[in-house]
């Protein structure tokens, strides 16, 4: 099976940049998805294949990917950007097999 | 519109069985994996398993093989995550969730609300 990565924690100014890191051996055969999630709600799904946003989803929100490390990177952070940030993909076995990194708690300071 | 509405809370004891459950709407419920996601209290998020309607395909992660059992019924458009066994670890919120499309496994555009289990003597 396959791991994925992230930091614990990131702090941004509000209105200012931020990326959130995900690494993993899987990353270099398939994209990463991200989540945000909410205390006390379900996750919400932000960028998914190789830069693409779900219907809704700000286009401050934008993901990259490099060798194992998929990015994502929130341009203009706003006070509702906090929670938690989950990355995922397929795991290296494929068969629709999946892993989920340990997520990054982002707050907007 | 899409929707996933999964079965309330539960409050069990070690030992006991449960079944909870998660019911699609608004699109071809055979045609899309239905994924299940576990969060203990207080931590991340652990895939679980997915299934596929259409032909009750189904794979597990291996740190839940054994312990859980997926299923649906695709007369009713619903997907199960059941137990025969309970214990206090069980203890977490259960989503259910639908990829963005019948070729993605975990790109989860679409979640349930999310079941309480809460396991205690």
């Known amino acids: 099976s396959s791991e994925l990565t992230q930091d614990p924690a990131v702090s941004v100014a509000l209105g200012q940049t931020v990326r959130i890191t995900c690494q993993g051996d899987?990353?270099?055969?398939?994209?990463a998805s991200w989540f945000h999630q909410k205390p006390g709600q379900a996750p919400v799904l932000v960028i998914f294949?190789?830069?693409n946003r779900p219907s809704g989803i700000p286009d401050r929100f934008s993901g990259s990917s490099s060798g194992n490390t998929a990015s994502l990177t929130i341009t203009g952070a706003q006070a509702g950007d906090e929670g938690d940030y989950y990355c995922?993909?397929?795991?290296?076995?494929?068969?629709?097999?999946?892993?989920f990194g340990g997520g990054t708690k982002v707050t907007v300071l | 519109e899409v929707h996933l509405v999964q079965s309330g809370a539960e409050v069990k004891k070690p030992g006991e069985s449960l079944k909870i459950s998660c019911k699609g709407s608004?699109?071809?419920?055979?045609?899309?994996?239905i994924g299940w996601v576990r969060q203990m209290p207080g931590k991340g998020l652990e895939w679980m398993g997915i299934i596929y309607p259409g032909d009750s395909d189904t794979r597990y992660s291996p740190s839940f093989q054994g312990q859980v059992t997926i299923s649906v019924d695709k007369s009713v458009s619903t997907a199960y995550l059941q137990w025969s066994s309970l214990k206090a670890s069980d203890t977490a919120m259960y989503y259910c969730?639908?990829?963005?499309?019948?070729?993605?496994?975990?790109?989860?555009?679409?979640w349930g609300q999310g079941t309480l289990v809460t396991v205690s003597s």
């Open positions: 899987s990353l270099r055969s398939y994209y």
């Open positions: 969730a639908r990829p963005v499309d019948t070729a993605a496994a975990g790109t989860f555009q679409h």
């Open positions: 608004g699109y071809t419920f055979s045609k899309y994996w």
């Open positions: 995922n993909s397929r795991d290296s076995s494929g068969n629709h097999h999946v892993v």
């Open positions: 294949g190789k830069n």
